[in-house]
């Protein structure tokens, strides 16, 4: 089972700034899944991502994987308190998905 | 319907108590899947279910029994447990195969006193 890094671990910022998180790798992904996870829920996929280079936008979030498929990241424009939540990457193998630590976000209105 | 549901959503029981944890889809999905998630902590799996088999037990300790009884239900029937195992229990399905979305369900709320 590879290491999936995040950072940053928390993340405080005010509504309309702009942010950007990482989940870096020990190894190659075969594939990689963001989600976000709100208090009280299960978490929520937002994306995945299979092609080293790929970029995939979803409204105000830009998704990146990494040419060498060892990292991605997340950035987040004009964030809003809405987007507050845990944000987890996470990797496929076989029927196992295996979660990052993680990234708490609050924005503040 | 895109949904997994659990219940309940909040549960507190004693140390010789037995309950259960109920999780249900609608989706046709043949793989379920149980996560345990401590607070500030990702999602750790327990247990995959695929075409109502165990295939994967994480090493859990047996106080924690899945039982699969159709492809629509999975249960996590609790005995005995620690006030250690408090945590959100969290149901997810996939379609069966490899390297599928899994969608996960709003989580039972577990508090072991």
């Known amino acids: 089972t590879q290491l999936l890094e995040q950072s940053p671990q928390f993340l405080s910022i005010q509504e309309g700034e702009n942010l950007t998180v990482y989940c870096n790798s020990s190894?190659?992904?075969?594939?990689l899944q963001w989600y976000r996870q709100e208090p009280g829920e299960g978490p929520v996929l937002l994306v995945t991502?299979?092609?080293?280079?790929e970029v995939k936008k979803l409204k105000r979030l830009t998704f990146q994987f990494g040419d060498a498929r060892k990292d991605s990241s997340l950035h987040i424009t004009a964030a809003q308190p809405g987007d507050t939540g845990l944000y987890l990457c996470?990797?496929?193998?076989?029927?196992?998905?295996?979660f990052g630590e993680g990234t708490q976000l609050t924005v503040n209105p | 319907d895109t949904e997994v549901t659990q219940t309940p959503k909040h549960l507190v029981m004693g140390m010789t108590n037995k309950k259960s944890l109920k999780c249900e889809q609608h989706?046709?999905?043949?793989?379920m899947y149980w996560y345990k998630q401590k607070a500030k902590k990702p999602p750790e799996l327990m247990f995959v279910?695929?075409?109502?088999?165990?295939?994967i037990n994480e090493s859990v300790p047996s106080r924690f029994s899945p039982e699969c009884p159709n492809s629509s239900l999975l249960n996590l029937h609790l005995h005995a447990l620690q006030p250690e195992d408090s945590a959100l229990y969290l149901c997810?399905?996939?379609?069966?195969?490899?390297?599928?979305?899994?969608?996960f369900g709003p989580g039972t709320r577990l508090l072991v006193l």
């Open positions: 991502v299979v092609t080293g280079g």
């Open positions: 190894s190659v992904f075969s594939s």
């Open positions: 279910y695929s075409y109502e088999k165990l295939s």
């Open positions: 989706m046709g999905h043949r793989a």
């Open positions: 996470a990797e496929t193998s076989g029927s196992r998905l295996t």
């Open positions: 997810a399905s996939s379609h069966a195969g490899l390297e599928e979305t899994q969608y």
